[in-house]
Antibody
Framework: EVQLVESGGGLVKPGGSLRLSCAAS????????MNWVRQAPGKGLEWVASISGGSDFIYHADPVKGRFTISRDNGKNSLYLQMDSLRAEDTGVYYCVRDVGDLAEYFQHWGQGTLVTVSS | DIVMTQSPDSLAVSLGERATINCKSS????????????LAWFQQKPGQPPKLLIYWASSRESGVPDRFSGSGSGTDFTLTISSLQAEDVALYYC?????????FGQGTKLEIK
């Protein structure tokens, strides 16, 4: 069964930085597009960023563009989200999500999430 | 951006009855070259990550009970639970994956009447 384990969340002050990681296992990592999706407390789901298997295609949502960077290390079966210039509105659970394939299609598998809290 | 709007925001249905959730996209998510609607449905229970139920608007994910079905095309879609079970109490989201940003609907809260 696909495993996605997020880490790196925590409490950070506004303007600070965090780097989230997602350790993937039980599938051939570089064959899949990967994504980050977040959920503010008590709110809905918001797509954050996507990266193709070979890192050829990278997309970020407008609210995080220029502040967050998605990346991956296929040798380590890991996905990352570098988050800089954090704001209170970035607070929420961040999910690592695997596509069904490498063609930017539907989100098939979700990790349990890691909580990011931006507060002074 | 494609805006996804679900209705209703909340829904209370008796056990064994049918539940219907609607999702409307601000522009078509039907890709004419392959005749596929780039629309998915997710279920989220408290404290859990979302779970994929339906993809391509009407294809059921492996392991999802057949009481869940999806329909629609273009801009109007429906998730139907044919006979509500207690374990179906959850939030339900639609999402388009036709183009970035891959927007979700605001969610529909399904409860037992």
């Amino acid at each position: 069964e696909v495993q996605l384990v997020e880490s790196g969340g925590g409490l950070v002050k506004p303007g600070g930085s965090l780097r989230l990681s997602c350790a993937a296992s039980r599938f051939i990592f570089n064959n899949y597009t990967m994504n980050w999706v977040r959920q503010a407390p008590g709110k809905g789901l918001e797509w954050v960023a996507s990266i193709s298997g070979g890192s050829d295609f990278i997309y970020h949502a407008d609210p995080v563009k220029g502040r967050f960077t998605i990346s991956r290390d296929n040798g380590k079966n890991s996905l990352y989200l570098q988050m800089d210039s954090l704001r209170a509105e970035d607070t929420g659970v961040y999910y690592c999500v695997r596509d069904v394939g490498d063609l930017a299609e539907y989100f098939q598998h979700w990790g349990q999430g890691t909580l990011v809290t931006v507060s002074s | 951006d494609i805006v996804m709007t679900q209705s209703p925001d909340s829904l209370a249905v008796s056990l064994g009855e049918r539940a219907t959730i609607n999702c409307k996209s601000s522009q078509s998510v039907l890709y004419t070259s392959n005749n596929k609607n780039y629309l998915a449905w997710f279920q989220q229970k408290p404290g859990q990550p979302p779970k994929l139920l339906i993809y391509w608007a009407s294809s059921r994910e492996s392991g999802v009970p057949d009481r869940f079905s999806g329909s629609g095309s273009g801009t109007d879609f429906t998730l139907t639970i044919s006979s509500l079970q207690a374990e179906d109490v959850a939030l339900y989201y639609c999402q388009q994956y036709y183009t970035t940003p891959y927007n979700f609907g605001q969610g529909t809260k399904l409860e037992i009447k």
